[in-house]
């Protein structure tokens, strides 16, 4: 079960922490009153004399008398604070709330704006240096081969793990050769995330560690050694990581391979019997050439820690031989793997690939073997892979991108030349860095996808943080300590996505460590330290949700997509340990100087809004940026004049909800660039005959298969198993549904997991489908929040042995929510005897019937205006067959926002019913049109019309 858990001694009350609802600019009848919704802080608390920010966020725009307030307990330690007002973010108006005043230590703090309290939190000397222990305790939890308990004493970290999440010793069997046949002493090493598997291409991740001690070794509290064994903890960890390189080079002489997970949610020690030899052993898979030159990197980085620390005598005397004998073998087999990858760099560069190729995994082992042998032609043959690198703005350091870390390691040791370019590299990275973060006011980089924004995020910390530990630019470690308060809940949904720290920190983790995951009266675990992926672009259960996305949801609501939000992975926390690690160093050094980057400002389409066609990107900023560009290309921009550019996206070749990022930028005088960046989804058609919408075309296609996702057989009714697969079959992809029955009263049900689809103004559920197996019978059923429908009819389809089409008519279901339905596929057999079905494509679709409907009384209420005026739009919608529109839309510059009836009585639409819309736009010129449609005729569309220009 969940405990109840302790933030350094202060006890703190439950919070409640709320989705944030986004919507359009739309102008409405004003608020009775403006609504504190959260006010948000860093729960894992501040340091004294360091940078403070908290967030106040609103449904509308607060009285200026708003009361502002610091409490301690119930006591008032600060009467008054400035609310700065940030505008709207994500449909709420924001406001910053700057404390670096108060610097007096101690704990149950609360900042309180319009009487709504944050969570409590803390000040301290140094903040950081508490959680150290956090950080190595979650590796420790995700180590293979070793029985938690073993390697978790007692106390390790303040914050304890579950109880449930301890485990014995597992996958002591590790790994069989690829065929079974032989047997390879393969145990150790980190489970990469919530599964067990291990994966080559993240073997980067020890040098990471190693590297974290190495450029903070100066510090007292980094050399922290909790389970006492003589050695610091991180030195511990980057060995044990070093350990399983090694097994692999005793091996394979180099060649890095995966070993995949699998299996349910249980302990790893259950996973398979542990005995060498046996049908369980788990093998060995994908050829990673770039997995050979990070281990490489890793084992350098290792024996340069192990020497650090012998030289400052952190390691204890009686144990010094044993690190200096290790050391020595990490350097040597580091030059086994980094000789094997540079003579294999055709060779697949396998799992998490780096961009840029094998060069830019090779660079991370070139920079830790110059540093470690001092070899000027590793350290050239580095500089020359960056001098040939396309001049961009890197990636985070990850394991797709491992240049900002080996160039920043790099540059003590480089030539003056290759100073100039690592510094010119870096600095545009934290030039992007710098501008992204500003794009809202919480700090968080602006990757919003169908993956948490904290992996991104958190790795862009750590590379922000070593250009100021390299640079001393102290507007990186401010964008620092934003970014490390948005993980910890300095967020508008006032949760902290690290385990364990912060009153209201993530509790259902994706991780099979939790064995009730699955059981709805499990209530979450603590992992130390854990940080988890966070906020997506959409829900991934329901296109329609707001923009950005996030909630703390069980697994069991969502078996098929938690992993999306709520997974940690030990290479997202590299970025989190590395920033933990230096703050704790570096702590409360000053941040007010430097002067922040000119906004670039992408002012439409924003976040969650719903594009189709050809799409105007606006960008906005002062007139000290110019030459606006747009990527992922940086073509030009055309300018609008007053700072303002468009360029024109095109986006009707993207699957409908599909969520896409577009990047501008502008040029400073001094050569820098300002970045900004907006995400948009894709809008569905209009339900019409000619535009249905595909559901799961099995290859990729549809609104449910470009999720990439097949279906599961979610239960099985008097015994028996199925299984659902996607192959190629009599030529087309297709989903493989095979049931195994017990008897013949077995049946097998599928699920597309969880997946909620919209099928509103569609009538019917077409499914083209063949069955080899003259026994097999199906049943298409459709579900919603409370009731469950079976479309297929009430007796079982005999589907022949050839491509059949069949048309279900949801009309006869009129108790079905078609907003938010599920679909499920049955089968039954008449024998105990295995039956097949393959289905080619699973659509919503119309048929034709009456006239389209007409279009007219186009108008607009201003063809001038400014930012605040408001621009009522207005049509008439006209049809002779008396059909009410499903929707009449305004396409304002490519981006679709619904109509209303001006009288919504009227509804004799026969001679005509108006439609308007009201809203503010951004300073520009606009284009605009009008499509509507009845579902049963084709949408009409009217020509586009000019204007209005907004100055």
Same mark, same amino acid.
């Given at each position: ?53 908290? #967030? ?25 604070? +400035? ?20 610097? *007096?230590?101690?704990?149950? #703090? ?75 002493? !393969? ?13 080559? =291409? ?69 996973? $398979? ?10 093998? %060995?898979? =994908? ?27 952190? %390691? ?19 030059? +086994? ?11 697949? %560069?396998?799992?998490?690939? $780096? ?15 110059? !540093?470690?042998? =001092? ?61 992204? $973060? ?191 560009? %747009? ?51 894709? &809008? ?10 595909? #559901? ?31 192959? +190629? ?13 017990? *008897? ?142 499903? &929707? ?64």
């Amino acid at each position: 079960m969940f405990e109840t858990f302790r933030i350094r001694g202060w006890a703190f009350a439950a919070a409640v922490a709320a989705a944030i609802p986004l919507t359009v600019t739309v102008t409405a009848a004003p608020a009775a009153a403006a609504t504190v919704l959260e006010v948000a802080v860093s729960q894992a608390g501040y340091s004294s004399n360091a940078y403070k920010v908290g #967030y106040a966020v609103a449904d509308a725009k607060l009285p200026v008398a708003t009361t502002c307030q610091i409490v301690q307990g119930s006591t008032v330690v600060v009467p008054s604070c +400035v609310l700065l007002d940030r505008g709207v973010t994500w449909g709420n108006h924001v406001y910053v709330v700057e404390f670096a005043g108060l610097t *007096t230590a101690g704990g149950d #703090y609360a900042l309180v704006v319009g009487g709504v309290a944050s969570p409590r939190f803390a000040i301290m000397a140094d903040v950081w240096t508490s959680y150290l222990d956090e950080m190595t305790a979650f590796y420790r939890i995700q180590r293979s081969g070793v029985a938690t308990a073993d390697v978790y004493p007692t106390g390790y970290s303040d914050i304890a793990p579950s109880p449930e999440i301890f485990h014995a010793a597992g996958h002591l069997d590790d790994a069989a050769s690829a065929d079974g046949t032989e047997h390879y002493a !393969l145990t150790g090493g980190w489970y990469d995330a919530g599964d067990y598997g291990k994966y080559a =291409g993240n073997q980067w991740v020890g040098g990471s560690i190693a590297i974290s001690y190495l450029r903070h070794a100066a510090a007292p509290a980094v050399a922290f050694d909790n389970d006492g064994n003589g050695v610091p903890d991180l030195i511990d960890e980057a060995r044990f990581g070093s350990e399983y390189l090694l097994r692999f080079a005793v091996a394979f002489g180099g060649a890095m391979y995966d070993i995949k997970g699998s299996g349910g949610f249980t302990h790893p020690e259950t996973q $398979t019997d542990g005995v060498i030899g046996t049908a369980d052993d788990r093998r %060995i898979s =994908g050829l990673g050439v770039g997995g050979s030159a990070k281990a490489a990197g890793t084992l350098a980085a290792t024996a340069r820690a192990i020497e650090t620390a012998v030289t400052r005598g952190h %390691i204890a005397p009686a144990q010094v031989a044993a690190y200096q004998a290790f050391a020595a073998q990490c350097e040597q087999t580091a030059l +086994v793997y980094y000789n094997y990858a540079v003579a294999h760099q055709a060779d697949p %560069i396998g799992s998490y690939s $780096t961009r840029d190729g094998i060069a830019n995994s090779l660079l991370f082992a070139q920079a830790e073997l110059a !540093l470690l042998t =001092g070899d000027q032609t590793l350290r050239d043959a580095a500089e020359t892979t960056i001098a040939a690198t396309a001049f961009s703005v890197r990636s985070s350091t990850n394991y797709w991108d491992m240049a900002p870390l080996s160039m920043a390691e790099l540059y003590p040791i480089a030539t003056a030349t290759g100073k100039t370019t690592i510094q010119r590299f870096l600095k545009n990275q934290l030039d992007y860095i710098l501008s992204s $973060t500003d794009d809202t006011p919480y700090g968080v980089v602006n990757q919003f996808k169908n993956f948490g924004v904290n992996e991104p995020h958190a790795s862009y910390m750590a590379d922000a943080l070593r250009y100021y530990e390299l640079f001393g630019d102290q507007r990186a470690l401010k964008a620092v300590l934003r970014g490390t308060y948005w993980l910890f809940g300095a967020n508008p949904w006032n949760i902290s996505w690290v385990s364990g720290i912060g009153q209201n920190s993530v509790k259902f983790l994706h991780t099979r460590l939790d064995e009730q995951a699955q059981s709805e009266t499990g209530d979450g675990v603590v992992i130390p330290g854990a940080l988890v992926s966070g906020p997506n672009a959409k829900d991934p259960l329901d296109a329609r949700s707001a923009s950005p996305w996030y909630e703390d949801r069980p697994l069991w609501t969502d078996s098929g997509q938690q992993w999306r939000y709520n997974e940690y992975s030990i290479s997202i926390q590299a970025g989190l340990l590395y920033s933990i690690v230096g703050l704790a160093d570096i702590n409360d050094a000053p941040t007010t100087v430097g002067t922040p980057p000119t906004a670039m400002s992408v002012t439409s389409p924003l976040i969650g809004d719903y594009v189709t066609g050809n799409v105007t990107v606006f960008a906005q900023s002062g007139t000290s940026l110019t030459d606006h560009r %747009i990527g992922p290309d940086w073509q030009p921009m055309t300018s609008a004049g007053g700072g303002v550019s468009t360029a024109v996206v095109d986006v009707s070749g993207l699957q409908p909800y599909t969520t896409t990022r577009v990047d501008v930028r502008g040029a400073q005088a001094s050569g820098a660039y300002s970045y900004g960046s907006t995400h948009y989804t894709i &809008a569905p058609p209009l339900p019409s005959p000619e535009t249905p919408l595909l #559901y799961d075309g099995f290859g990729g296609d549809g609104v449910f298969g470009a999720q990439g996702f097949t279906w599961v057989n979610w239960w099985n009714n008097n015994a028996g198993v199925g299984s659902a697969s996607k192959v +190629v079959y009599d030529g087309r992809t297709a989903g493989r549904f095979v049931q195994n029955p017990a *008897t013949a009263a077995s049946q097998a049900k599928y699920q597309p997991w969880h997946d909620v689809a919209d099928l509103s103004g569609y009538r019917y559920v077409t499914v083209v489908m063949r069955s080899p197996s003259p026994g097999n019978r199906v049943w298409l059923q459709m579900t919603d929040a409370d009731s469950s429908h079976r479309v297929s009819g009430t007796t079982f389809l005999t589907v022949p042995d050839a491509w059949t089409t069949y048309q279900f008519d949801l009309n006869a279901f009129p108790g079905l929510d078609r907003s938010a339905a599920k679909l499920e596929l049955w089968q039954q057999q008449t024998a105990d005897v295995d039956g097949e079905l393959y289905v080619d494509s699973i659509s919503f679709t119309n048929t034709a019937s009456g006239t389209a409907p007409t279009l007219g009384g186009l108008a607009v209420s201003s063809a001038t205006g400014s930012t605040t005026t408001t621009f009522t739009f207005s049509a008439q919608y006209t049809d002779v067959d008396g059909q009410l529109p499903f &929707a009449v839309q305004l396409v304002v510059d490519g981006v679709v926002r619904p109509m209303t009836a001006v009288d919504p009585a009227d509804t004799n639409v026969t001679d005509g019913a108006g439609y308007q819309l009201s809203l503010t736009l951004p300073k520009g010129p606009h284009a605009w049109y009008v499509r509507a449609g009845d579902t049963t005729s084709s949408p009409t569309v009217t020509p586009q019309q000019t204007g209005p220009t907004v100055s």
